[in-house]
């Protein structure tokens, strides 16, 4: 079974803070994905990886960086965090090779106060 | 740019009813379509997958889709719900070129009466 973790299952930071969201799959996929869901929005893309080092921008990446360094492990990073961050952030990865099918983590609910 | 539409933002039925989940997408081509479901405060799971083939897709936990081309439509059915079956489901779908990316609808929250 794939295995999806996320670093927190809850976060609670302060506007301004910088703050990393950890995200760790155990199947070597090649692709990997950062999410944010709100209510009424579904999910939206922030950022995805289809390699190591390798990273395109999502629908909504303002805001928001990510890294790369190893095949398993795709952070994503608040440079500054503000309160309209604060949201339900979910992780997926996926093995590239066009089956498209994306494995989940159990998600990072952030509040930024 | 491939776009999912689910109509329903929340359905309530009874325990033992059937259900259906509509899910309309727009794609030129015939994309990949996919079900997840999202109990609270949990990831997304993978309900079903249609890639080509048979249009009457089978999932996990009793679950089917069909795929209606003419439709452009994935609706997902149940013959008989559980009260497990409460819970947010989400139909994605992806197109068969370029990169691997999903887009998702907004989603059909659930609830299930006695």
């Known amino acids: 079974d794939v295995k999806v973790t996320q670093s927190s299952r809850y976060l609670v930071k302060r506007t301004g803070e910088k703050v990393f969201l950890e995200c760790v799959q155990d199947?070597?996929?090649?692709?990997m994905f950062w999410y944010r869901q709100d209510p009424g929005l579904g999910l939206r893309l922030i950022y995805f990886?289809?390699?190591?080092?390798?990273?395109e921008k999502g629908d909504i990446p303002e805001g928001y960086s990510v890294s790369r360094e190893k095949k398993e492990r795709f952070s994503l990073i608040l440079e500054s965090a503000s309160t309209n961050q604060t949201s339900m952030y979910l992780c997926?990865?996926?093995?590239?090779?066009?089956?498209?099918?994306?494995?989940f983590g159990p998600g990072t609910r952030l509040t930024v106060l | 740019a491939q776009s999912v539409t689910q109509p329903d933002i929340h359905i309530t039925v009874s325990e033992g009813a059937s259900l259906e989940l509509r899910c309309n997408y727009s794609?030129?081509?015939?994309?990949?379509l996919f079900w997840y479901v999202q109990s609270p405060g949990q990831g997304l799971q993978l309900l079903l997958k249609?890639?080509?083939?048979?249009?009457l897709v089978q999932g996990i936990k009793g679950f089917e889709a069909e795929f209606k081309r003419s439709q452009s439509s994935f609706n997902l059915r149940k013959p008989s719900v559980h009260w497990s079956d409460a819970a947010e489901y989400f139909c994605?779908?992806?197109?068969?070129?370029?990169?691997?990316?999903?887009?998702f609808g907004t989603g059909t929250r659930l609830t299930i009466i006695p």
């Open positions: 199947m070597d996929h090649e692709n």
């Open positions: 990886s289809y390699d190591v080092k390798m990273k």
């Open positions: 794609y030129g081509a015939t994309p990949y």
């Open positions: 994605a779908v992806g197109a068969r070129s370029g990169n691997e990316k999903l887009t």
């Open positions: 997926a990865s996926s093995l590239s090779g066009g089956s498209h099918t994306q494995y």
């Open positions: 249609y890639f080509s083939g048979d249009t």
